[in-house]
């Protein structure tokens, strides 16, 4: 608690907050509070709810890897659902640091100054201190530190930094910036989270956009709920790389570009070998309100032997809404040689009277990957999956 141990000691520098702290944060100045990071702006929502972080809560919708291996028979790709944990996931873990955030900062800052605003306060024996730096009108840097204060020598270490950008802002928590989550320091600090790594991050956030490129390096991911056997856990907990980029226009659509190591059960995979996994989600609101959407993605290394090359799969799926998660109505899976040719492959639609066919998938998304030809397969080489480009999708501004 170095801050408000040595609070009296820069009390002629700074201007203390009044009665040490209280339950609000009207002793904050607004450009700062307004500069915050908040996790209503970094998430990647691809429905309403993602942006809530009450909807993470300690709880996330359990790991299914059963659900979604890639090749044939049982297994099948569910790529919206891919999809999905993996936004579950990076977004649970950016939650994990901007909950101490959010927890400190709703009360007074206990020190402030022209160019400086700090705040600090205890929870479970976790000293949490969060302090924004001014650097211009519009630039403002953030660093969340903290500590043990149970620990025999307890000291405030670094797990989070960043800055923002707020020029052209136009409400609280807009601008552009980046973040850098150290896992590992994380960890040190708090035994209980389990994870390792660091996740950076660029961000783009505005009144009418967002997009986050978010790169993970060597990260030992939690396991939450999950619903598979212990050594399946140990592989998920495996050390990954990966690197995603989110971007959404409400109200219009989005996409999500996904380059990921993966453990597929399908084929059989005793090993918990990872696979590199290319993967392309867009979405967009329909002219009646429905959400028209699909998944493109291709699997290669891992347990995959000769003759198969790769496993390609398409999921085309639609919602309701913007508030609610799509579900399937089409998908096809399928492993190719090294010439293209389809070894084994499977597709299913919900068109009853159409059989498995690509009729349900929306035109607006191009032509459908065929079970038996690799003519019209996704264009993967022609998209950049190193690097921060969005991944376009209909009707775009």
């Known amino acids: 608690m170095g801050l408000i141990r040595n609070a009296l000691l820069a009390a002629p520098l700074v201007l203390l907050s009044a009665c040490g702290g209280t339950t609000s944060s009207s002793n904050a100045n607004s450009s700062f509070t307004n500069a915050a990071p908040a996790y209503s702006a970094l998430a990647m929502d691809q429905t309403a709810a993602d942006t809530s972080s009450a ?57 402030t100054t022209g160019t400086t605003q700090v705040w600090e306060s205890v929870e479970n024996g976790i000293d949490r201190k969060f302090t924004i730096t001014k650097d211009s009108e519009t630039a403002y840097e953030w660093k969340l530190e903290l500590e043990d204060t149970t620990a025999q020598n307890p000291q405030l270490v670094t797990v989070f930094t960043g800055k923002i950008d707020r020029t052209g802002a136009t409400g609280p928590h807009q601008g552009s910036g980046d973040v850098t989550l150290d896992l590992t320091a994380l960890h040190g600090v708090i035994p209980a989270e389990k994870v390792q790594g660091q996740i950076s991050a660029t961000f783009d956030s505005t009144a009418t956009s967002r997009k986050v490129d978010v790169t993970a390096t060597n990260v030992t991911w939690d396991v939450v709920n999950p619903t598979v056997d212990a050594a399946t856990i140990t592989a998920l907990e495996q050390p990954r790389s990966g690197h995603y980029v989110y971007f959404r226009e409400p109200g219009t659509g989005g996409s999500l570009k996904i380059q990921d190591q993966m453990v597929f059960l399908c084929p059989a995979n005793p090993t918990f070998k990872l696979a590199d996994v290319d993967l392309v989600s867009r979405w967009y609101k329909f002219t009646d309100g429905t959400v028209h ?27 309701a809404n ?58 993967f080489a022609l998209i950049n999956f190193a690097d921060g480009s969005v991944v376009p999708f209909p009707n775009m501004k």
């Open 55 to 111: 909807s993470l809560a300690l709880t996330v919708a359990p790991v299914r890897t059963d659900e979604q291996a890639l090749l044939v028979g049982d297994c099948h790709p569910h790529l919206f659902v891919r999809t999905r944990e993996v936004v579950e996931r990076v977004n649970r873990h950016l939650y994990k640091f901007l909950r101490h955030v959010e927890a400190v900062i709703v009360h007074a800052p206990k020190l």
């Open 322 to 379: 913007e508030t609610t998660v799509e579900t399937e109505s089409y998908w096809m899976m399928k492993a190719e040689n090294a010439t293209g040719g389809t070894v084994v492959g499977k597709s299913w639609s919900s068109d009853a009277v159409g059989g498995a066919t690509a009729s349900a998938c929306d035109a607006a998304f191009d032509v459908v990957p065929d079970l038996n030809d690799n003519t019209n397969d996704y264009k």
């Open 293 to 319: 959407g699909r998944s493109d993605t291709i699997m290669t290394g891992g347990q995959l032997t000769d003759p198969v090359v790769n496993v390609q799969g398409v999921t085309c799926h639609e919602s």
